[in-house]
Nanobody, 123 residues
Framework: VQLVESGGGAVQTGGSLRLSCATS????????IGWFRQAPGKGREGVGC????????YYQDSVKGRFDISRDRAKATVYLDMNGLQPEDTAVYFC?????????????????WGQGSQVTISS
């Protein structure tokens, strides 16, 4: 059972990045995948989540309209597309999976976690 993230990096304000979360050892259609982030000196916060029931996603207010979560069933991979990045988006980003198909905003409800990807936005 693994979640492997890729795609982090450093960009300037207004730039874009795509994070990928490749899953293995799961039945992909049985998972909800959440994205979380942790900025230096701060606690972990939810970014958004995509459910496997209908592919619907929700987003934290601060990223709505800028971030998009999608899933590729054939690749068993979930993506976080981040646009209009701001310095306050700088954080380590984590994907996480829970076996119920529905999303949950509480990170304690997620059983499996990726290794984290550093995203740095410079002004």
């Amino acid at each position: 059972v693994q979640l492997v993230e890729s795609g982090g990096g450093a960009v300037q304000t207004g730039g874009s990045l795509r994070l990928s979360c490749a899953t293995s050892g799961f039945t992909f259609d049985d998972l909800a995948i959440g994205w979380f982030r942790q900025a230096p000196g701060k606690g972990r916060e939810g970014v958004g989540c995509i459910s496997s029931t209908d592919g619907s996603a929700y987003y934290q207010d601060s990223v709505k309209g800028r971030f998009d979560i999608s899933r590729d069933r054939a690749k068993a991979t979930v993506y976080l597309d981040m646009n209009g990045l701001q310095p306050e988006d700088t954080a380590v980003y984590f994907c996480a999976a829970r076996s119920p198909r529905l999303c949950n905003r509480d990170d304690d409800e997620y059983e499996y976690w990726g290794q984290g990807s550093q995203v740095t936005i410079s002004s």
